[in-house]
T-cell receptor, first 114, second 114 residues
Framework: GENVEQHPSTLSVQEGDSAVIKCTYS??????FPWYKQELGKRPQLIID?????GEKKDQRIAVTLNKTAKHFSLHITETQPEDSAVYFC?????????????FGAGTRLFVKA | KAGVTQTPRYLIKTRGQQVTLSCSPI?????VSWYQQTPGQGLQFLFE???????NKGNFPGRFSGRQFSNSRSEMNVSTLELGDSALYLC?????????????FGPGTRLTVT
């Protein structure tokens, strides 16, 4: 069945350093890849997404890359700040006019040390 | 615009009982998805509804069911509750039903089964 593997499960970085989270998906029909940030006790929030026909997307300090051939996609956070500390989830979604189904990775707990 | 709302926020039930959770999407959003979030399993897709029709379903037993009303509000029902059903149940609403489907999550209902 569909599966999304996410690594690492925990990541600790110094403030100002970069953080990279990697995901692999199994279903080649996946065509949309969102990333969510979930702070403790709060709901997941969409931070960036990428479509299957795009290789890279950037939004200020956050960037996402997609390698469809290898079924890999990654989140890059530069110049990390303490407020970036949270759990980050990648997801692979199969969607179209007939609806969609989103499979999430297990999450990465990011600690940014001041 | 008001965000996604879920009621109740907290619920305690005993094994064997049934429970109904409610989700009101963002105004204008016609797609609603449900997820189960647990520390061990992460975010797992339950089902997706659009215009009162279930279009996709995850790998959950038949005890988990849902429906959507004409105003896009959705409910999910879990019958014959088991201890393992204790989780945070999140719903997410989405504006578009095409390839890019940005989902906005509600605050969740925390269900505890004793």
């Amino acid at each position: 069945g569909e599966n999304v593997e996410q690594h690492p499960s925990t990541l600790s970085v110094q403030e100002g350093d970069s953080a990279v989270i990697k995901c692999t998906y199994s279903d080649s029909a996946s065509n949309y890849f969102p990333w969510y940030k979930q702070e403790l006790g709060k709901r997941p929030q969409l931070i960036i997404d990428i479509r299957s026909n795009v290789g890279e997307k950037k939004d200020q300090r956050i960037a996402v890359t997609l390698n469809k051939t290898a079924k890999h996609f990654s989140l890059h956070i530069t110049e990390t700040q303490p407020e970036d500390s949270a759990v980050y989830f990648c997801a692979a979604s199969i969607g179209g006019t007939g609806g969609f189904k989103t499979i999430f990775g297990a999450g990465t707990r990011l600690f940014v040390k001041a | 615009k008001a965000g996604v709302t879920q009621t109740p926020r907290y619920l305690i039930k005993t094994r064997g009982q049934q429970v109904t959770l409610s989700c009101s999407p963002i105004s204008g959003h016609r797609s609603v998805s449900w997820y189960q979030q647990t520390p061990g399993q992460g975010l797992q897709f339950l089902f997706e509804y659009f215009s009162e029709t279930q279009r996709n379903k995850g790998n959950f037993p038949g005890r988990f069911s849902g429906r959507q009303f004409s105003n896009s509000r959705s409910e999910m029902n879990v019958s014959t509750l088991e201890l393992g059903d204790s989780a945070l149940y999140l719903c997410a609403s989405c504006l578009t039903n095409f390839e890019v489907h940005e989902q906005y999550f509600g605050p969740g209902t925390r269900l505890t089964v004793t």
